[in-house]
């Protein structure tokens, strides 16, 4: 499973993984450090407590750009979706206002919100774009083009308002192309390989300031892995703008959706 499908999952998979990982590092980082070979080596001499403050507080500050990093994410995912809801709002009402003209244009929106809202949404939660979706939103700017030169040929006015349909068309389909952008920007495995190696260097230095007592560098470890773990699951439950804690999600686009094909 890719880095991408596993922040797709539920929260709790994701946070039950993240918790798994920690303790596991933290058996690894014990056993390495207490190990018999290990401790003659360093004549069973544990370096000053603050040794591990350095080491624990690159894993904060990480632990914080990548929280950062994560809650933006959302943030402009919810304004993408904004955008892509105003520019369908104002296409459907300029398309109201041709009237019987503009006609076949609406059930070509609400094909585009169908398809968009089950297969980009719902199949794929925005990973991947849909053929269908891509091949109404290109007939619905193919249209108003066409009606936009047959608008500026005519006398009967309505070019700008065929231009209006077009520009919004464009800004549709901009506002598409963020939120699917958003729907594959995550889950770096870079970032997440470093949050991990730190969480680990963290855990070696704890144990290794605990030489001299092993059973209170158990219980500092205890402690550690779970705040470590607290951090990184809440970490990951952000992680992807489309799933888990606070996802976005197209109410808007639902709404438009059902009162537009009751209208057809």
């Known amino acids: ?28 980082s014990q056993a390495v450090v207490f190990h018999r070979r290990f401790l003659p080596a360093i004549e069973g001499k544990a370096p000053v407590g603050a040794f591990f403050s350095s080491v624990t507080a690159l894993f904060a500050l990480f632990v914080a750009f990548a929280a950062a990093d994560a809650w933006s994410r959302g943030d402009r995912a919810t304004e ?46 925005n990973t991947e774009p849909s053929a269908a979706a891509a091949e109404t939103l290109h007939r619905l700017e193919d249209a108003s083009l066409a009606g936009l030169r047959r608008g500026a040929e005519g006398a009967g006015g309505s070019a700008a308002l065929w231009s209006e349909l ?61 705040a470590a773990a607290t951090a990184l699951s809440i970490v990951a439950g952000f992680e992807g703008p489309y799933g888990g804690i606070g996802a976005v999600q197209p109410t808007s686009l639902l709404m438009m959706h059902t009162a537009t094909a009751a209208a057809l």
Request: aromatic residues 10%.
């Open 166 to 226: 077009l520009q919004r068309a464009h800004d549709l389909r901009a506002a598409r192309d963020t939120r699917l952008r958003f729907g594959k920007d995550f889950g770096q495995p870079w970032k997440w390989v470093g949050l991990l190696l730190l969480t680990l260097s963290s855990q070696v230095a704890i144990a290794f300031v605990h030489l001299d007592r092993r059973r209170t560098a158990a219980v500092a470890q205890a402690i550690f892995g779970t």
């Open 80 to 125: 993408a979706l904004g955008q892509e809801a105003r520019a369908l709002a104002a296409f459907h009402a300029a398309s109201q206002v041709l009237g019987v003209e503009a006609a076949p244009l609406r059930s070509v929106f609400s094909a585009y919100l169908g398809a968009s809202l089950r297969d980009e949404w719902g199949v794929s939660r």
């Open 1 to 28: 499973m890719s880095l991408t499908g596993f922040f797709l999952l539920e929260t709790a998979w994701r946070a039950g993984a993240v918790a798994l990982v920690v303790l596991v590092m933290a058996k690894a």
